[in-house]
């Protein structure tokens, strides 16, 4: 499915031709397909590794990013993240740079995956403390490492409000309408003063990895960045009630903050009605059942 312009259609014909041009020690592996994002589509190769290649060129910077910084930040996460083993470059047909992965056991977080929603809400709060806790050193926010989640939200309010009118003919007047209220709420609210930390940016259930209904794995470090923190929370909107209370409790979130993370939820998920609408279903239910959690959540007003 193509989701974006310039998009590069490659198939397991295409990645076999990659891996007997570049690892030919993996060439004669199995090689079978492992889904995709809107950033990535992925094959399992053999037991132990991960194919992943960018769907645009664009979006192969973020891929480099990753097998840079991951290596780095590991020992320091109390669950398992994904490990780079080779950095691929462009050859033949496939115009961008991909990458190979260890490959990481775990199913999605889900209603049928995780056994107790309180104690997967702690246990993400606590790799989400202890990554913003790994001291930034000399790392800045700036290029690669600048994203707008780590910023504020005043300078994001042009194009949500123009997802937010997008939105309308797709969920409903009376879904925006509550969506626009939680936005403008999070607007009038004061600057952030919190240092810069370090964010994974994407936290949703499809990036979070359970085993024995427990959550062991974080995956898809694509919008690995330096920020502020506010904008990481967002994504504890697409989990129940139960696991964002522990969530916030473990985190010891303010009022302020929280209503910030939800301004940055509504962002997010209006931006993936609006743009992926056609294209990608799956990933626009996502953003559909965060906006009915956002609606149904006590604290909305």
Known sequence: ???????????E???????EQ?????????????GAGTENTMYRLGETLLVRLPR???????????????PRLADRLPLRIPSPVYAGSPAGSYPADWAVFT????????PDTVGDWAAFGTDLAGFVRELHRIELGAVRQGGDLS?????????????????????????????????????????????PDRPHVWLHGDLKPTNLLVKDGRLTAVIDFGALSVGLPDAEHATIWDLPAGAREAYRKELDLDEVTWRRARAWAVAVAVSGIAY??????SFVAECRARVANLLASPERL
């Open 276 to 281: 992926y609408w056609s294209t990608f279903p």
């Open 13 to 19: 014909a295409g990645v076999r031709q990659l891996l």
């Open 147 to 191: 994203w707008y989640r780590g910023g504020e939200l005043r300078p994001c309010d042009a194009w949500v409000t123009r997802d937010l009118a997008a939105s309308r003919p797709l969920i409903g007047d009376e879904q925006v309408d509550g969506l626009e209220e939680i936005w403008r709420a999070g607007l009038a609210l004061p600057s």
């Open 22 to 34: 570049q690892c030919p020690q993996w060439a004669a592996l199995p090689l079978t397909p492992a």
């Open 103 to 110: 490959w990481i056991d775990g199913a999605e977080a889900g």
């Open 1 to 11: 499915m193509t989701l974006h312009e310039g998009e590069i259609t490659i198939g």
């Open 56 to 70: 645009t060129t664009e979006k192969a910077g973020a891929l480099r990013k990753e097998t840079r910084w991951l």
